[in-house]
């Protein structure tokens, strides 16, 4: 199913693992295509994520230990695309006014910049178990 289309991005299968009451963060995981010919970069000072402080993207790696880092520039190639997974890269929603409940969606803006232009996908994520 795809979430929403805009040009050239296309982002699917967008989702937001439910959390306790309480939690001051929570991820989001997603596809991004790029089916232009340019590469696109997300603009990573202008993620909004309704309900929420703030929003990054964060790359978990395990070596020895699971770590995680801030990531500062996210670039798709032409016509490729990117996986936002539980374990890889994933967007960390901060400190939620109300932590949204099962089955709810959570609005996202997510904007990109290639060459001399910007664009914004809105995407509305599904909270869930992350257990399909």
Known sequence: ????VLGNIIIENSWVRAAAPGTKVMAAYMTIENNS???IEMDMKRIISKGFEKTEVHKSSLNGMMTMEKIDS???KPNESMVLEPGGLHFM?????????????VEMLIFFKKENEAEVVRIEAVVRSQKL
């Not at 199913?1 to 929403?4: A, P």
């Not at 929603?93 to 969606?105: A, D, F, G, Y």
């Open 1 to 4: 199913m795809t979430d929403r």
């Open 74 to 76: 996210l670039i798709i």
């Open 93 to 105: 929603l901060i400190n939620p006014e109300t932590v949204p409940q099962k089955n709810t969606t």
């Open 37 to 39: 010919l340019q590469a």
